[in-house]
């Protein structure tokens, strides 16, 4: 069974920096490519970021450029998010998922980061 | 930037009734690289329909996806109360990958 489980989420003031982590289990991780989305409170989904399987291509969303860096470590079978400059309008729950090119995505529980003074 | 717009916003059915939902993309979208997704209330969403017509494992069949280029369509043949969520669709055949603003769909 695919699991994704998230973590590192929590509360970090305006201006400071946090990493998400995403295990992955159930799939050799590092045939897939990768992905984050995110969701702020009571909004829609937002792609974020996007690695290939050996990390070597990402892109990002134009809002996170600069700031936001996805990288994996297919040894461990885990996809990182380091968020640096964070700002209110960053606060979401954030969601890795797994990119099955046409055959869709699956996608972990979330875990919600919060920007706030 | 591919715009996909959902419509309607929201939609007010009855269980047992037919839904029908719209996704219109701004640009053709690359190989028919179109999902659905459904997201019930506190849940992380969860993939419905792939490449526009294809249901994943474990859908029922009461779900269907059909379209092509431009339009897209989420059909419910006959709703059941867990169907009643938010759906958006996807499309992921060109960066940066972008979805629809969703459909809730609310019990009448």
């Known amino acids: 069974e695919v699991q994704l489980a998230e973590s590192g989420g929590g509360l970090v003031q305006p201006g400071g920096s946090l990493r998400l982590s995403c295990a992955a289990s159930g799939f050799t991780f590092s045939t897939y490519w990768m992905f984050w989305v995110r969701q702020a409170p009571g909004k829609g989904l937002v792609w974020v970021s996007h690695?290939?399987?050996?990390?070597?291509?990402?892109n990002y969303a134009d809002s996170v450029k600069g700031r936001f860096t996805i990288s994996r470590d297919n040894a461990k079978n885990t996809l990182f998010l380091q968020m640096n400059s964070l700002r209110a309008e960053d606060t979401a729950v954030y969601y890795c998922a797994r990119d099955r090119r046409f055959n869709g995505q699956d996608w972990g529980q979330g875990t919600l980061v919060t920007v706030s003074s | 930037e591919i715009v996909l717009t959902q419509s309607p916003g929201t939609l007010s059915l009855s269980p047992g009734e037919r839904a029908t939902l719209s996704c219109r993309a701004s640009?053709?979208?690359?190989?028919?690289?179109l999902a659905w997704h459904q997201q019930r209330p506190g849940q992380a969403p969860r993939l419905l329909i792939y490449?526009?017509?294809n249901r994943a494992t474990g859908i029922p069949d009461r779900f269907s996806g059909s379209g092509s280029g431009t339009d897209f369509t989420l059909t419910i043949s006959r709703l059941e109360p867990e169907d009643f969520a938010v759906y958006y669709c996807l499309q992921h055949g060109s960066s940066p990958w972008t979805f629809g603003q969703g459909t809730k769909l609310e019990i009448k």
């Open positions: 690695i290939n399987s050996d990390g070597s291509n990402t």
């Open positions: 490449g526009a017509s």
């Open positions: 640009q053709s979208v690359s190989n028919n690289y």
